[in-house]
């Protein structure tokens, strides 16, 4: 060892915690195992540097005839169980880290904190030369009367325990802890945070977690539960809102096929009769636009069935009209014509039914009509790479053929009914003059056709092909050499 060291030994020990401190705190925390090679090294030399001028911690402190070197030796042995403590801590958790995660960090805490009082009751025992028996007799006797104070705090400590034990839940999962639901951002001695959908923070204390109802949205991580309550009239019949429903899920593509979704009739009152659209979803994220898609499709399917959601505010008596001229009505592009000219349009439009996986309109052909769908479940089927996927479904109000009417373009997809489906179908010589005198129905049909060719576009052209670059190495590996 150096002679200066030798002859300072103190002076070297002090630098080395100050170098310690400096250290740990200038190489950044992405450095986790640089920072805790450092410190076992720093901690191996300040050992080294005590037992070689005789200061043991495992004995009490040399250099008793000089107080001032014995107190500073003391210092430094003292110095020496809580450096050993803290190193130890940094290195389990470091390894509990890898192992368990952040999950784990409450019990990282608790059994640092148990190595610090070892550490503790050590450096008394051997440095100072107490009787540690009646220290934790007296700390024993402390430790219950604030227990007694701290019961609820400790009800909370010991709860995080057994929640980071069992993990009912980890960190950003979605959960719902008696009705309060969110993402858990988290777990601390005291209490569980969760980041709710209004994005406020939930702070529910331990003790509470571990007696409620846990719901865990995240588990299984592969699909997410749903469910769409509608009401209908009680004079509706049930099998007409099932299969009407029953079209909805098929009409909702992110929906997984398995667990397969499903319709259940919930219950009756005299004022209506609520049935349950229940599924699930690949991501957490797409429970809120599926749900509002699903329910938008159980309105519009339910209406092509002639069954209505109920409304206070609705009519109980809807006028009657015929099919094709309730179709009008509900049809985003046709609903700005006049009721004379819906009706003249109703009596020219007519009715065609297709069976499950029949062919509507087949890609490539150029379109003489144009069909609006009244009821069923279309499938939109696009090529790509030489294999047909299934681009999107259509349902009641949507059109079929807009490309051939307005510019005698070619379909771009397949059209099959998924369902059996019903479709209205206009010729184009009624319908060009009526789009020639009307700009703004002209208008919205070519804001559709533009966005169905873009997004056509969109989905079969192949992404860009980054090339990759080589270094000289890889061209001589590649050539063999």
Not at 344 to 350: D, E, P
């Amino acid at each position: 060892m150096p002679s200066f060291i030798t002859d300072h030994p103190m002076f070297c020990a002090m630098v080395l915690i100050l170098i310690d401190i400096a250290v740990w705190r200038l190489i950044s925390a992405d450095l986790a195992n640089w920072k805790l090679a450092a410190r076992l090294v720093i901690f191996a030399v300040f050992s080294a540097v005590l037992f070689n001028d005789g200061m043991n911690p495992m004995q009490v402190a040399p250099y008793v005839g000089n107080t001032a070197l014995h107190l500073a030796a003391t210092a430094l042995q003292i110095g020496w169980w809580l450096f050993a403590a803290r190193t130890l801590t940094v290195l389990l958790g470091t390894l509990m880290l890898q192992r368990v995660g952040h999950t784990g960090r409450l019990l990282q805490d608790i059994v640092g904190a148990m190595i610090f009082l070892v550490a503790i009751i050590a450096a008394m025992a051997y440095v100072l030369d107490l009787p540690v028996k009646g220290v934790l007799a007296t700390s024993g006797a402390v430790a219950i009367i604030v227990g007694l104070a701290l019961q609820s705090t400790l009800s909370d400590v010991f709860s995080g325990i057994v929640l980071n034990t069992t993990k009912p839940y980890q960190i950003d999962d979605w959960i719902s802890i008696d009705g309060t639901e969110g993402r858990v951002t988290d777990i601390d001695w005291r209490a569980t945070r969760l980041q709710t959908s209004q994005g406020s923070m939930a702070v529910i204390p331990n003790s509470l977690a571990a007696k409620a109802k846990i719901i865990n949205f995240s588990r299984p991580a592969d699909m997410f539960g749903l469910a769409v309550n509608v009401q209908v009239s009680p004079h509706a019949r049930p099998q007409v809102v099932i299969e009407a429903l029953e079209r909805a899920m098929q009409g909702c593509r992110p929906l997984l096929a398995n667990p397969a979704p499903s319709v259940a009739f919930k219950t009756s009152v005299s004022g209506g009769v609520d049935y349950e659209i229940s599924g699930f979803v690949p991501a957490m994220a797409l429970k809120r636009e599926v749900r509002n898609q699903l329910y938008d499709l159980a309105f519009r399917h339910l209406q092509a069935a002639g069954v209505g959601l109920l409304s206070a505010t609705e009519s109980s008596t809807p006028p009657v009209m015929s099919g094709a001229r309730a179709l009008l009505e509900r049809s985003s592009i046709f609903s700005t014509l006049r009721q004379e000219e819906k009706e003249t349009f109703s009596q020219n439009m007519t009715l065609h039914t297709y069976r499950t996986g029949e062919m509507i309109l087949p890609a490539g052909e150029v379109s003489d009509h144009l069909f609006i769908v009244e009821s069923g479940v279309v499938s939109v089927m696009l090529i790509k790479g030489g294999h047909k996927f299934e681009a999107g479904r259509m349902g009641p109000g949507e059109v079929i053929g807009e490309a051939g009417v307005l510019s005698d373009q070619a379909t771009l997809a397949d059209f099959t009914a998924k369902t059996f489906c019903t479709l209205y179908r206009i010729e184009k010589e009624y319908l060009k003059p009526c789009l020639d005198a009307r700009h703004d129905i002209s208008e919205a049909m070519k804001a559709l056709l533009d966005f169905r060719v873009h997004a056509a576009q969109a989905l079969t052209q192949d992404a860009p092909v980054v090339p990759v670059k080589k270094g000289f190495i890889q061209w001589l590996r590649d050539r063999g050499l």
